[in-house]
């Protein structure tokens, strides 16, 4: 996660380092070649890449931080916090999907024994969308260790 964060960050400084690098060519370098008249144009190209670069850089980092943001958040609360076991028989996957703390996930769809109700004895264990789906048929017997209802593990048992 932190190889892909400085990934991130490096190809943006050396796209910001070319940015800078292109307006300073169009602001000062043909001043001195140019007549004024001709100026005004390199002004109003240097605005529109200027304000290209800004509004693209806000759109796609904030997007990308927001979303690795999100898996970091995922991934320390799964380190840290309570881990539910349960087993149960597979019934089928839901095959819509959900968003929880701004990921998207898929369910996998159990009958296992109440954790913490008496009366409801389906559950859904939420799997990331990226994440290929466990191959199991229905009506097998499978271990699940869950956060917060996120899967983090699971064998046939």
Known sequence: MRRLRSIIL???LLLFAV??????????????????????IL???????????????LFFYGLKFRRVRYYARMFRDMESGLKDEATGIFVE?????????????????LDAVP????????RK???EHTRPK????????VKVV???NILVAWERV
Do not use: M
């Not at 002004?43 to 850089?57: A, D, E, M």
């Not at 954790?115 to 389906?122: E, F, G, Q, V, Y």
């Open 43 to 57: 002004i109003i190209i240097n605005i529109t890449i200027t304000t290209l670069f800004l509004c693209g850089s």
């Open 19 to 40: 940015f800078l690098t292109v307006v300073f060519c169009i602001a000062f370098v043909p001043s001195r070649d140019f007549s004024r008249r001709y100026q005004w």
């Open 146 to 148: 869950t956060h917060a």
């Open 125 to 127: 264990v939420l799997i």
């Open 115 to 122: 954790l913490r109700r008496d009366d409801i004895s389906i």
């Open 134 to 141: 466990p191959d199991l048929l229905e009506g097998e017997r």
């Open 10 to 12: 490096i190809s943006y």
């Open 93 to 109: 996957y839901d095959k819509t999907l959900t968003t929880k703390d701004g990921l998207t996930f898929y369910s996998l769809v």
